[in-house]
């Protein structure tokens, strides 16, 4: 029924323009930031999904550098035990020369034993000198039961333990017996020790190249799983483009006809107008 009162035409054809306006506008949202939740109205469910698969991601990028740190704190731990290893077995030859009945109390306690107290020496300073950020490594309690988190849970974690490194006194390397190489007798004595502390360093080596490896295989694993589910996050939450540009396409003539047909609308009152003058 024709009126002059109230448009229906006009308005209909506003409503299909302001939805098809919204249509528009949302999918040039989602080209532009790329993600197909613009906001939670979008999905609900899905936003709520792939958060949570993000922060997954972020969690796991955060293990991958708790890990490469890990890994570096034991290559220092490993690199100092090595060079701690060289002055064991130099100090080795030494009580080995000194033990020997061509050399004189003389050439040991001045020439041989002088250099194998400075070997001494020198491991000491190996020991308070390796550190990491301040905090030294094979002395004190920073290596004693440390915890490197490696997964999304509280309970994912590796759990290392250096043992501390002492030269002298009755639980150091050396000990008491090892400790010079003056006098033939010593000497013996030294070789026994330098034996035993060249054995407890290779198995504390070893204890370290076994987590290293753990954390090699860690490393590996959080790779695989940050890129999966950045992958499963990128299907819930990534717009589709040639989706969205499809559907923008259509939605974009839809809008223009919209105003088309407003237009035309808006011109039915004059029209009428002019069946009453006629």
């Known amino acids: 029924m024709p009126v002059i009162s109230t448009n229906n035409a006009a308005n209909a054809s506003l409503n299909y323009l302001n939805n098809n306006s919204n249509k528009e506008t949302n999918l040039l949202s989602q080209l532009a930031s790329g993600s197909r939740i613009v906001q939670a109205s979008d999905d609900a469910a899905g936003l709520a999904i792939g958060t949570q698969l993000q922060a997954n991601v972020t969690v796991y990028n955060q293990d991958a550098t708790n890990v490469s ?10 690199g100092a035990l090595a060079q701690i290893s060289n002055v064991l077995q130099r100090m080795m030859a030494l009580a080995t020369e000194a033990a020997s009945g061509q050399v004189t109390n003389s050439q040991r306690s001045e020439d041989i034993n002088t250099e194998y107290t400075q070997l001494k020496s020198e491991i000491s300073s190996i020991v308070s000198s390796t550190t990491y950020a301040g905090q030294t490594l094979l002395s004190g309690s920073f290596l004693s039961n440390v915890k490197f ?12 333990s250096v043992a501390s490194v002492s030269v002298g006194g009755t639980n150091g390397l050396l000990g008491n017996t090892g400790s010079t190489v003056s006098t033939a007798a010593t000497a013996l004595q030294a070789i026994n020790k330098i034996n035993s502390a ?14 290293e490896s753990q954390f090699s295989f860690s490393s590996q694993d959080i790779a695989t799983n940050s890129q999966n589910i950045t992958a499963a996050a990128s299907v819930v939450l990534d717009a589709d483009v040639a989706s969205v540009k499809s559907q923008l396409s259509s939605v974009d003539v839809k809008t223009q006809a919209s105003v088309a047909a407003l237009t035309q609308a808006a011109q039915l009152p004059s029209e009428l107008l002019r069946l009453i003058q006629s």
């Open 149 to 160: 988190l490696v997964g999304t849970l509280s309970s994912n974690f590796i759990t290392i």
């Open 69 to 78: 740190q890990g890994t570096a704190i034991l290559q220092s731990a490993d």
């Open 198 to 211: 060249i054995n407890t360093i290779t198995k504390d080596r070893a204890k370290i190249g076994a987590y």
